[in-house]
């Protein structure tokens, strides 16, 4: 079994390298659980107003097309 051996430089520069790769993953995933978070908020104070609303609301996609709609028959 052959073994490959670096300078201690490259062994420094990649390791640094893999430091700045951890650091953008990190925050990544910070702002992808925050959006999520914000995401999660926004769903539920639509889904609210949509569940105290009296009237009927179609729900139509980009096209308007409607796509479904809520009724408050009783």
Same mark, same amino acid.
């Given at each position: 079994?052959? /073994?490959?051996?670096?300078? !201690? #430089? ?7 390298? $893999?430091?700045? /790769?951890?650091?953008? $993953? ?7 659980? /925050?959006? +999520? !978070? ?5 769903? !539920? ?5 949509? #569940?105290?609303?009296? +009237? ?5 996609? $980009? +096209? +308007? ?10």
């Amino acid at each position: 079994m052959s /073994r490959i051996y670096q300078p !201690e #430089e490259q062994i420094t520069s990649q390791l640094a390298g $893999l430091r700045q /790769r951890a650091a953008k $993953l990190e925050a990544l995933t910070t702002e992808h659980k /925050r959006l +999520d !978070e914000a995401l999660r908020e926004s769903q !539920e104070v639509l889904r609210k107003i949509f #569940e105290s609303v009296t +009237d009927g609301i179609p729900a139509t996609d $980009l +096209d +308007d097309i409607v796509t479904g709609a809520k009724s408050n028959k009783q």
